[in-house]
């Protein structure tokens, strides 16, 4: 039986409103795992997967970056960007990475910029290719 309410938002629209049993998902320094009773808490997100558990299904997401709240057994979800993993697309994830590695950067901040769009295409990867490997 669900005992959590998972909301992921991000700026356009509620992606998803469910009951959930386990939710999974990315910080900013490592993934947590959020289970009914868990400890009130705020976190940064990081960008990755995000795993809803419920009837014995599991739903994936790609999500990046915000912020996530534990509450009362309730998990809100705050984020850039939510997609369902099925429609990241593994092809043009690559093809940004390898243009990200190819880019010039001259200055600290484009080495950090050109850093971060690899960092967000490798995330996009592995959730594109976990999300086809589940599919089998």
């Not at 970056?65 to 057994?73: I, T, W």
């Amino acid at each position: 039986m669900a005992a959590l309410q998972c909301i992921v938002v991000t700026p356009e629209k509620t992606v998803r409103d469910q009951h959930v049993e386990f939710v999974a998902m990315p910080l900013y320094d490592g993934e947590i795992g959020i289970a009914p009773g868990h400890t009130p808490m705020i976190g940064r997100l990081g960008c990755g997967e995000l795993r809803l558990r419920a009837d014995d299904r599991t739903s994936r997401f790609y999500v990046e970056g915000g912020f996530v709240e534990v509450l009362n057994n309730v998990v809100t979800v705050l984020t850039n960007r939510a997609m369902p993993a099925e429609e990241v697309d593994a092809e043009v994830a690559e093809e940004q990475l390898q243009s990200a590695r190819t880019r010039r950067a001259t200055s600290p901040d484009q080495f950090a910029q050109r850093d971060r769009v690899a960092a967000l295409c490798r995330a996009q990867l592995r959730v594109a290719r976990r999300a086809t490997d589940s599919a089998r």
